[in-house]
């Protein structure tokens, strides 16, 4: 039998985004996230940027 992944709620883990919206449709991989979440705490308060965070400084950068 291969390894069976534990997956887990997405909005555990939106302390780690700019833009903390909940999405209870999203599933991922309890051990990926961890780790991710892990080499956060190294950058001391990094957050990561997401789609909304992104589009919206595409957006600042295209206006004159």
């Keep these: 039998m ?3 992944r534990f997956m ?3 909005d555990l883990y939106n302390r780690i985004f700019a ?3 909940p999405d209870p ?3 991922v991989d309890y051990e990926v996230w961890n780790r991710i979440l892990a080499g956060l705490r ?3 308060g990094y957050k990561l940027p ?3 965070v992104l589009s919206t400084m595409v ?3 295209q206006k004159p």
């Design 42 to 44: 190294l950058a001391n």
């Design 19 to 21: 833009d903390q919206t």
């Design 59 to 61: 957006d600042n950068q």
């Design 2 to 4: 291969p390894n069976e």
């Design 25 to 27: 449709g999203i599933i």
């Design 8 to 10: 887990v709620k997405g």
């Design 50 to 52: 997401d789609w909304h």
